[in-house]
């Protein structure tokens, strides 16, 4: 005789439809990792389209409007407004009050400055001139300017015989070197009228240029060749080639070269070594930030 007991609600057996409610419910729980991914995935892409953003409207130095920065970095009006109004709350960019364009804002550039100190521009600058002087066997230099003369803040040796034994932190002279010439003619015209009213453009052999007229000459050769040559105008005995280092902002920030023994840089070697000591230079301008050397030339 079978027991009319109901059996307890815990013990009923699950219907199909029941199992199949749970293991919908089951699969749609929230997952808390997860969630963490998926917040960190949306914070890594707003931080990539703000630097896109940044990196766009530092392209434009006449600044920008809403609507073609939108269309440069593939966003929606709205999205691109509150990340650049973001950046504009920063600091790192702002917008002109009439025209509404965005421009780079001062912060960016005292950053970018604090990057760029002695330090940083050595460090950045070594690695690139030990593979100069590897493949030239030459010595290579890294300079800057120093009140009317410049200083060379790094330098590397090669594997050729009678190296230049100059240390780091010399100081020489910009007329008649081919790092100083690379400065000068990065200077605008009236910074070089007021560089030739105070210095006296002294030789240091017979070979320097000691007439403005003819220095005046080099240097629009060399603005308009970007290379300059020191033909043993500061040590008889050696010659050299420079080219210009840009920084981001396209300006001449150093003068990269090398130097090797008048007997073993003949004019066919120089030109052949041109190429290489631009090369690096390239290397050396993007490591500083430059976009497009070329153009900055």
Not at 50 to 61: M, P
Not at 149 to 166: C, E, K, M, N, P
Not at 243 to 261: C, K
Request: contains cysteine; hydrophobic residues 40%.
């Amino acid at each position: 005789m079978k027991s009319r007991t109901k059996p307890k609600t815990s013990e009923k057996p699950a219907t199909p439809r029941k199992t199949a409610v749970a293991r919908l419910v089951q699969s749609n729980a929230p997952n808390i990792d997860d969630d963490a991914e998926e917040r960190q995935r949306g914070g890594v892409q707003s931080l990539g389209r703000a630097f896109s953003i940044l990196e766009e409207v530092a392209r434009h130095r006449e600044g920008i409007s809403l609507a073609e920065l939108s269309k440069l970095v593939g966003l929606h009006n709205s999205t691109t407004f509150h990340l650049a109004k973001t950046l504009v709350t920063l600091g790192y960019m702002r917008q002109e009050r009439d025209s509404k364009r965005y421009r780079v804002g001062r912060p960016l550039f005292a950053l970018a400055a604090s990057a760029l100190d002695e330090i940083e521009m050595v460090n950045l600058a070594t690695p690139v001139l030990e593979d100069l002087s590897r493949e030239t066997g030459e010595s290579g230099h890294f300079a800057v300017r120093m009140g009317d003369s410049v200083v060379v803040i790094a330098r590397t040796s090669g594997s050729g015989a009678f190296q230049l034994t100059d240390r780091v932190g010399v100081v020489r002279p910009a007329h008649c070197t081919a790092l100083g010439k690379i400065i000068l003619a990065s200077l605008r015209p009236d910074q070089l009228k007021r560089f030739l009213e105070r210095v006296e453009l002294k030789p240091s052999t017979g070979k320097s240029i000691t007439d403005p007229a003819v220095l005046l000459r080099e240097i629009a050769e060399i603005r308009r060749s970007a290379i300059a040559i020191d033909d043993g105008e500061y040590h008889a005995e050696v010659r050299c080639i420079a080219v210009p280092v840009y920084n981001f902002t396209g300006d001449v920030i150093g003068a990269l070269g090398i130097s090797g023994p008048i007997w073993r840089m003949s004019d066919q070697v120089l030109k052949s070594r041109a190429k290489l000591v631009q090369t690096a230079a390239a290397r050396l301008s993007a490591e500083f930030g430059a976009r497009d050397t070329a153009k900055s030339s």
